[in-house]
């Protein structure tokens, strides 16, 4: 009772108030409600309640960019039942995801709330948190804020872009191109990059040279390879020796010699481990080491961070998988140092903590890295992954420990050998051998980075810094064994695989990391391109909706068009802009493009691409 000595009387008042909390997935809610207990409801909306009616008239710029909404019908569900909870209810925690959409969606959520009269005396707060685990949520939990009303008009300029980009050019390409079935803002701008590069190799013409390796000997029968690199006194580039005639006289002029090691030079490098994951840098690495598509990449890490059950417990094993951050919290920092110590010794540790920055242009810093949640749980300690979960957990947790890591220390040699009898500045006849040595692994003992393919035929042996060369010395004799002239030709760029691709649209400044996967899945779905052993190839198709596109509208398709879009939009997340004005400036230009092009016929348009 009321009056007895010790009643809690603010436990009690708040023990009858009813919490309404929204988040997006079902798995995370049943989680989220077993941290807070009873008082609260966690109810998901299962991503985007809502959205712009697929049909012109959605979004109108003659009024002043107003917007009309449509609930999705597999939506209906979710909105009668959030509709329930909070009949009576107090609070209306929105805690969806921590990001641009994550905020949008809250958005959506409060609007339909509002429009059903629900929300009167209920007081409605934002929660963020990067992680599923108890205390996060717990502390999330003590630090509600309002929503973020620069983040939702971001939101609202990208969709209404979005929207006015593909409902206004997507009719032009079904009439002028038939078959054709849609142009984006971003994915018109990724095709364009795949296309570009089909003509770039099929426009390459191959150019032959020649390389010289000769093998040698020391007195100890030690062997190794040194090339040709200084021929009648000129350094020669790579495409100095044109034909097989100019390699025969090079082999001619190093047979009529007798060689010792001219000069020997030694240098120390480190090498300092890669920053955490970042959404981009996963699906790189994902891509080339594990090879996963950016699409399954999400998925799996998506699956990674709403947890799995442990010890009858559900616990979220990654940080949010969204994110253009490469720092992590202090306590996760000390935590992983604390790891590295125990399980590979206090010399793997660094001195102070390694700091990143990003280097991605438009990167939004708002969250951490990709890490685990704990990285005392380890990959073999979780049999109840799958393979795919396993393997990318495995890589996260990799990734995160190197990156608290000493830097590997490497010797790295590099030895002229010339006739003898002459001297260190004369290069009639000049063999270089390259290696190096790990002195000290450091991080390399757990991680190396994957590398794209950026074969050209024109570049150093990736093999040459890698090799281990016998110890020399100035002076030294050494045995001629072979001489072996090697011919080769330049080769085109490599075509994009994800990896390199998602690598280069981050690069540019295009898009946001975590639309490149629903961005790659399109341009697929409508045949504008192909995979082939995780190649891109563009189709036909794709190649003529890039012709159209660059020749009506050059604009709309540049890389630095796209990308200061997007910088527009972070300014608008930042207050700087207001989102109608930028609306305002794009449509003006764009509609002017797409009406020249209103008379257009089919023919017009295919003598002009031809």
């Given amino acids: 009772t009321f009056w007895q000595p010790g009643f809690n009387y603010r436990r009690f008042i708040k023990s009858k108030m009813s919490n309404v909390v929204i988040v997006e997935s079902p798995a995370k809610a049943k989680t989220i409600n077993k941290y807070l207990g009873s008082d609260y409801t966690v109810l998901a909306s299962y991503g985007h309640i809502r959205d712009l009616p697929s049909k012109n008239g959605s979004v109108r710029p003659d009024d002043n960019f107003e917007m009309d909404w449509e609930v999705d019908s597999k939506s209906q569900k979710q909105i009668r039942e959030i509709t329930a909870a909070m009949k009576g209810a107090d609070h209306l925690y929105l805690a969806t995801d921590p990001d641009r959409e994550g905020e949008a969606i809250s958005w959506h959520v409060q609007e339909v709330l509002n429009e059903k009269k629900l929300l009167d005396g209920v007081e409605v707060q934002r929660v963020v948190f990067n992680e599923i685990t108890k205390s996060a949520i717990l502390n999330a939990f003590t630090h509600p804020r309002e929503l973020d009303k620069e983040l939702v008009d971001a939101y609202l300029a990208r969709r209404a872009l979005d929207y006015l980009v593909g409902f206004t050019l997507s009719p032009v390409l079904w009439r002028k191109l038939p078959g054709s079935r849609s142009a984006g803002r971003v994915q018109s701008v990724a095709l364009r990059l795949i296309t570009e590069r089909e003509t770039e190799i099929e426009a390459f013409n191959p150019v032959e040279y020649w390389s010289i390796k000769v093998q040698f000997a020391k007195s100890d029968s030690q062997t190794f390879t040194a090339n040709l690199t200084h021929l009648d006194g000129e350094k020669l580039d790579k495409l100095a020796l044109k034909n097989g005639q100019d390699a025969q006289n090079a082999v001619a002029q190093i047979e009529g010699a007798n060689f010792a090691v001219s000069k020997v030079e030694k240098k120390q490098s480190r090498r300092n481990p890669p920053s955490p994951f970042t959404t981009s840098t996963l699906q790189q690495e994902a891509a080339r080491k594990l090879h996963f598509g950016a699409k399954k990449t999400m998925r799996t890490a998506q699956k990674l961070y709403e947890g799995i059950t442990l010890n009858g417990d559900t616990v979220g094993l990654i940080t949010y998988m969204r994110t253009d951050g490469v720092t992590m919290a202090h306590e996760a920092i000390n935590a992983v140092r604390d790891h590295v110590g125990a399980s590979y010794g206090s010399n793997y540790v660094p001195l102070s903590p390694r700091i990143y920055k990003t280097k991605a242009k438009n990167a939004q810093e708002a969250h951490e890295a990709i890490r685990p949640t704990d990285i005392k749980r380890l990959p073999r300690d979780l049999p109840m992954l799958d393979d795919d979960q396993r393997r990318l957990y495995e890589l996260i947790w990799n990734r995160t420990m190197a990156s608290q890591m000493e830097s590997a220390v490497l010797d790295q040699v590099a030895a002229d050998l010339r006739p003898n009898g002459t001297s260190q500045t004369d290069n009639d006849v000049t063999l270089r051998a390259t290696g190096s040595v790990i002195t000290f692994d450091g991080f390399l003992r757990l991680y190396q980075e994957g590398k794209d393919d950026k074969r050209d035929g024109t570049r150093d042996d990736p093999d040459d810094k890698e090799r281990i060369l016998p110890p020399l010395n100035e002076g030294e004799g050494l045995d001629r064994r072979t001489v072996s002239p090697e011919q080769h030709f330049t080769q085109p760029p490599p075509r994009f695989s994800e990896a390199s691709l998602v690598k280069k649209l981050e690069e540019l400044g295009i898009g946001r990391p975590s639309t490149y996967a629903s961005i790659i899945s399109v341009l697929q779905d409508r ?84």
Avoid: M, P
């Fill in 527 to 610: 045949n504008y391109v192909r995979v082939e052993n995780r190649r891109f190839f563009s189709e036909d198709r794709g190649r003529l909706v890039t012709a159209f596109l660059s020749s009506f509208f050059t604009q709309y398709v540049e890389y630095s068009f796209t990308a200061d879009l997007e910088e527009k939009l972070d300014e608008i997340s930042d207050g700087k802009l207001g989102w109608k004005t930028v609306l305002q400036d794009f449509w003006t230009h764009f509609k002017t493009a797409v009406d020249g092009t209103a008379n257009l016929r089919v023919r017009e348009v295919l003598d002009n691409l031809n």
